[in-house]
């Protein structure tokens, strides 16, 4: 089955783990590291002949053109991260509208690319935020991913479930297409979608989820990780023994996971796997359920 492989292109300092940290005025002032992993996230999609989606932020965009214009060159799918990497519930309509906009713009300028599928940080689209999706619809979005279907003190719709399903909105429809996670016993759901749990996990278990989606519940899954994940040598700027965790644990080992990954399951973009709703659809209205 044909799986989806996502890479969120962000800086070292942009995870909310390390916001409190690095905040927004400071960001300017520190090292960039996120042009070599993420050329050498490229290089390994391009020795696997694998086509993924990633999702760019629009505060690396201005800074980093050329390396937009090398992930579009590659044949990958262009999407957006937010401009600013705020959380979606933190701000007022108005103010992520705003962020949307200057997000797109920023991704326009750099590839000339119009991006159609969006993710927001740390998956901040909760059921107090779903207002959102009605203004990406105005904003010309056809996809959204930035819904985790568990339970997490930070992001998280329990119950959603992880089968792709077309929205409604008042504005139209919208593709939501949720991050990995199998059911286990009773309401019970482990997350398998990369990230932090493909760091800090043993291989198998991630291993093994992906093959329980395709093949006992015959859906895809949706991977995703981060530039920084595959470069052990960021600064450290993250405090407390969970942030860290969070953060720093399992670098070192990340990018032979990933290679492994590509090497045992077959992955494309977003896009690919689930193609954009019909303007009529309306198979799920907007709800957490």
């Not at 629009?58 to 992930?71: D, F, H, S």
């Not at 929205?167 to 979608?193: M, N, Q, Y």
């Given at each position: 089955?044909?799986?989806?492989?996502?890479?969120?292109?962000?800086?070292?300092?942009?995870?909310?783990?390390?916001?409190?940290?690095?905040?927004?005025?400071?960001?300017?002032?520190?090292?960039?590291?996120?042009?070599?992993?993420?050329?050498?996230?490229?290089?390994?999609?391009?020795?696997?002949?694998?086509?993924?989606?990633?999702?760019?932020?629009?505060?690396?965009?201005?800074?980093?053109?050329?390396?937009?214009?090398?992930?579009?060159?590659?044949?990958?799918?262009?999407a957006c991260h937010s401009y600013a990497h705020r959380l979606v519930y933190d701000l007022t309509p108005a103010e992520f509208a705003a962020d949307t906009k200057r997000a797109v713009a920023a991704i326009e300028d750099a590839c000339g690319v119009s991006p159609r599928a969006y993710r927001a940080p740390s998956y901040s689209i909760v059921t107090r935020s779903m207002w959102a999706l009605e203004i990406l619809i105005q904003c010309g979005f056809t996809h959204d991913?930035?819904?985790?279907?568990?339970?997490?003190?930070?992001?998280?719709?329990?119950?959603?479930?992880?089968?792709?399903?077309?929205?409604?909105?008042?504005?139209?429809?919208?593709?939501?297409?949720?991050?990995?996670?199998?059911?286990?016993?009773?309401?019970?759901?482990?997350?398998?979608?990369?990230?932090?749990?493909?760091?800090?996990?043993?291989?198998?278990?991630?291993?093994?989820?992906?093959?329980?989606?395709?093949?006992?519940?015959?859906?895809?899954?949706?991977?995703?990780?981060?530039?920084?994940?595959?470069?052990?040598?960021?600064?450290?700027?993250?405090?407390?023994?969970?942030?860290?965790?969070?953060?720093?644990?399992?670098?070192?080992?990340?990018?032979?996971?990933?290679?492994?990954?590509?090497?045992?399951?077959?992955?494309?973009?977003?896009?690919?796997?689930?193609?954009?709703?019909?303007?009529?659809?309306?198979?799920?209205?907007?709800?957490?359920?």
């Open positions: 089955m044909l799986n989806i492989i996502s890479v969120d292109v962000e800086e070292y300092f942009h995870p909310s783990e390390v916001a409190r940290f690095a905040p927004e005025d400071q960001w300017a002032g520190l090292p960039s590291r996120v042009e070599e992993p993420t050329r050498r996230i490229l290089h390994l999609f391009a020795q696997r002949e694998t086509r993924g989606t990633f999702f760019i932020l629009g505060w690396v965009a201005e800074r980093y053109p050329q390396l937009v214009r090398e992930i579009a060159a590659g044949g990958h799918e262009i991913s930035s819904i985790y279907p568990i339970s997490h003190d930070r992001y998280g719709i329990p119950g959603f479930g992880s089968n792709a399903r077309t929205l409604r909105t008042p504005s139209g429809p919208i593709l939501e297409v949720p991050i990995a996670a199998v059911k286990l016993s009773g309401k019970r759901v482990a997350p398998v979608g990369g990230g932090a749990y493909l760091r800090l996990l043993p291989y198998r278990y991630s291993a093994a989820g992906i093959r329980r989606l395709n093949y006992e519940e015959q859906q895809p899954a949706c991977i995703y990780l981060h530039p920084w994940e595959i470069d052990p040598g960021i600064p450290r700027l993250a405090q407390g023994w969970i942030s860290r965790l969070r953060t720093y644990g399992g670098l070192s080992g990340m990018e032979r996971k990933l290679e492994r990954l590509m090497s045992e399951f077959q992955f494309s973009t977003l896009g690919e796997v689930h193609p954009a709703p019909e303007p009529s659809a309306s198979r799920s209205a907007v709800s957490p359920g």
